[in-house]
C-alpha cells in the first residue's frame, strides 16, 4: 500500500541508508582515470586544471553578471547577487529554471492566485518578499509567459535582490533573474547529456536528452566564425505525481563572427514546443495539519485531481542579433535586438473551486475546470557604451545606454465550470469531463510601450574607497483594450514617467573584502502585468499611483583562498508604499505600506580546484504596517508565503580518479498564506529539510556516469500553497536519476 500523503514517513529510510552506503563504498573503490562530467566539462571547459593536484596560489578571475550594467566584480558590487554556473545545476540534474532558483535562499514558490489557469504554470516565485515571477529576463531582456524554462541552453543564472528599477524598470520591487544563454566559441567540442529517472511513488518515468555541439569554420572569410547548436528532448511524467508529465523539444542554433576580434557579431534562435498534461495538487483537507471537526479521509499523494484530456502546451521562439565593438581598452560599444513570441493555450482542473469547496460532512469535492489562452510578444532593442574614464585623481568605470521596447499580450476570456461533487478519495481521472470551459467573447488585448535611458557610473576616489550611482528614466505608456462578453469595449491609455536610481559607497580595508552601504528604488505603476482596471482603488487603476519600493542595505563582501571562495553578509530592509490589495470578498483595499526586513548570508565558488561550494541563509521579517481589521489583509501580520529562515546548501568534491562525490540540503521555515475566504482561519505550510546527494565516475575517456538522488530521506513537505487556500502542490519524494555524459 501506498503511504498516505498526510502520514510522516522516516527520515532515515532503511533503503535511503542502504542508497546512501552504496554510493560511498562504490565511489571510494573506483580508481579509474580522472575527468569532468561531459556535460560539466563542455561548459567549465576554462576552469578545468590541467593536473588535478595542482594547486594555484594566483586570485582567480573575478565572478560578474553578464549584464553589461554591472561594472564592478560582484565583490565590490554594493548589491546582493548571486551567480549560479551551470556547472552546478548540471550536477545536480536541474531541469528547468525553478530547480535553479533552488539554490539560492529567501526565494519561495507559488502555485498561483485563486488557481486560474491564467498564472500557475511555469516558473512563479516570490523573492524577498515581493512576487518576482514577471521579472525574469534572458540576455537582459524582459521575458513574458507563464511557462518553465529549461536549462539545457544556459550558460549561468543571475539572482539579484533588491528594488532593481535602476537596472530592469518597471516592477523591479525584490530583484530580478537574469539567465544568460550559451553562444559559440573558438574550441570545437560535442557534448551529449542522456538521462532516465524514476521514482517510489509512482510507475511512471523521466526520459531527456540533451545536446551541445560547437564548431569553429576555420576557412571562414570572416576571422573568428563559429557555430553552435543546442538541443534538447524530454518526455516526463511529473515525480510523485500519478498523470501528470511533462514532454517538450527545443533547437537552439547560433552564429557568431569576430570571436577573438574586437568586433564580433552574434546571431541566435530558440525554439520550444511543450506538451503538458497539468497537474494542480492537491485540497487543502489534504495539507498536513488540516484540523476538522470530521475525520478526512487521507489520500494518496500522488493522487491527480485533473482528467487525462487536460492539457497545457506552450509554443516559444526567441531571435537575437548582438553586435560588440571593443573601440579601445578602455571603451566598448555594443547593440543588442532581441525578438521573442510566446503562446500558450491550456485546459486545466483544479481540487476545488474555494477554500470552501471540500465539506467534511459528505466527504465531497467540487472541483472547477478552467481555460487559458494568451499571446505574448516583445520587440527590445538596447544599445549600450561602457567606458573606463579619468577625470584628474578619479577613476570612473562608467555605463549607460537606451532600452526601447514593444510588448503585446492577447487574452481571450474563458468561462470557467463548476464540475459535479465527487468523493475526495475518487477523482477518477479516466471519464469524460461533464463540462468544459468555453469562450465568453470578451478578451483583453495589451501594447506597452517602453524608452528608457539609464547611466551606471562607479567612481574610485582611492584604492580603498569607491561610490557607486544609477539612474533610469523611462517613457512607459499602455493601451489597454478590454471587450466584454456583451460587446462593450473599454478603452484605457496609461501613460507614466519613472524615474528609478540606486546608489552604494564601498570601502575596501584590504583587496580581496568589501565594506558597503546602499539604497535602491523601483516603480510598479498600473498595468506592469498587462492588467488595467476601471475599479475604483484597483491596483491597476490608471489613475492609481505607482507602487513605490525602497531599498536600505548594509553589507560586507569577502574572498578567501586567494579569491577563490566569495563570501557575503548583508543586512537590509525593504519598504513597499502605495499598494492596494484586492480582496476576493471585500473588493480592492488601500494596503499602504509593506516592509520586508531581514539579513541574508552566502558563499560560493572553488575552495580548492576540486572543491566546488554554494550556500546561502536568509531571514526574513515582513509586516503589512498599514490593512484592515478584518478579512485576509490584517494591520500587523506577516506578508503571505515568506518563510522567515530558508537555507541552501550544495558541496561537490573531485577525486585524483575523477570520482565527484557531492550532495547538500534546503532548509525553509513554515509559509504562511492568506486564506481570502476563510480568513478567521490562518494556514501555513509546515516547515522542511530537505537533502539530495550525487555521485559521478568518467567509466571511460569520453563517457562518465552519474546518479542523484534528491529527497533522500523522502520527507513529506508541500511544494507550494496558492493563496486563497483551495489547493497547493505536494514536493516530490525521493527520486532517483541516471545520466550518462559523453564528451568528444
Known sequence: MKPDFASDLSSSSRSASALAALIVTQGLASTAHAGLGAADAANTAADAPTQLGAVSVEEKKETKPSLPKFTEPLRDTPQTVAVIPSEVFLQQGAANLSDVLRNTSGITFAAGEGGSAAGTAGDAFYMRGFDTSNNIFVDGVRDVGAYSRDVYNLEQVEVAKGPAGADIGRGGASGYVNVSTKVPRLEAFTAANVTYGFDE??????????????????????????????????????????????????????LALG?????????????????????????????????????????DRSTFYGFTVDSDKVSSDAVVARLERDVTGDLKLSNQTRYSANQREAVVTTPGSSGAAYVPATGLLTRSRQANKRDLSILSNQTNVTARVVTGPLSHNFTGGLELSRETAYNPAFTSVTLPAILIQNPDPGAAPALTPFRSGAYTDVTTKTAALYLFDTVHFSPRWQANASLRAERYQTHYLSMAATGAATLVDARKNLVSWKSGLVFKPVTAGSLYAAYATSLTPPGTDFTLSSAVGNQNNPDTDPQETSNLELGVKWDF????????????????????????????????????????????????????????????????????????????????????????????????????????????????????????????????????????????????????????????????????????TPGAPRAYTLSADLRF
Request: charged share 15%.
Open 201 to 254: 511513488q509512482t510507475s511512471g518515468s523521466r526520459r531527456r536528452t540533451s545536446l551541445d555541439v560547437n564548431q569553429p569554420v576555420e576557412n571562414s572569410p570572416v576571422r573568428g566564425t563559429a557555430v553552435r547548436i543546442n538541443a534538447l528532448w524530454q518526455d516526463n511524467d511529473v515525480v510523485g505525481r500519478d498523470y501528470a508529465e511533462n514532454k517538450s523539444w527545443a533547437i537552439a542554433p547560433s
Open 259 to 299: 570571436l577573438g576580434t574586437p568586433t564580433r557579431a552574434t546571431l541566435a534562435y530558440q525554439h520550444t514546443e511543450q506538451d503538458n498534461r497539468p497537474d494542480y495538487g492537491l485540497p487543502t483537507a489534504q495539507l498536513p495539519g488540516y484540523i476538522s471537526a470530521v475525520p478526512v479521509p487521507s489520500v
Open 561 to 728: 583562498f586567494h579569491g577563490r571562495l566569495s563570501t557575503n553578509f548583508a543586512v537590509f530592509k525593504t519598504v513597499n508604499d502605495k499598494t492596494v490589495y484586492t480582496d476576493p470578498l471585500l473588493g480592492p483595499i488601500p494596503a499602504g505600506k509593506q516592509t520586508v526586513q531581514g539579513f541574508e548570508l552566502g558563499a560560493t565558488r572553488r575552495i580548492t580546484d576540486n572543491w566546488l561550494v554554494l550556500a546561502s541563509v536568509s531571514f526574513l521579517d515582513s509586516e503589512i504596517n498599514a490593512g484592515t481589521t478584518t478579512g485576509g489583509n490584517l494591520a500587523g501580520s506577516a506578508l503571505p508565503l515568506i518563510p522567515r529562515w530558508s537555507g541552501n546548501l550544495y558541496t561537490s568534491y573531485r577525486f585524483h580518479s575523477g570520482l565527484i562525490l557531492g550532495g547538500g540540503g534546503q532548509y525553509s521555515d513554515e509559509v504562511a498564506r492568506r486564506d481570502n475566504n476563510t480568513p478567521a482561519v490562518p494556514r501555513t505550510s509546515p516547515s522542511y529539510w530537505l537533502f539530495n546527494a550525487v555521485v559521478s565516475y568518467p567509466v571511460v575517456k569520453n563517457v562518465t556516469l552519474r546518479l542523484n538522488v534528491n529527497n533522500l530521506f523522502d520527507r513529506i513537505f508541500v511544494q507550494s500553497a496558492n493563496n486563497n487556500g483551495a489547493r497547493f
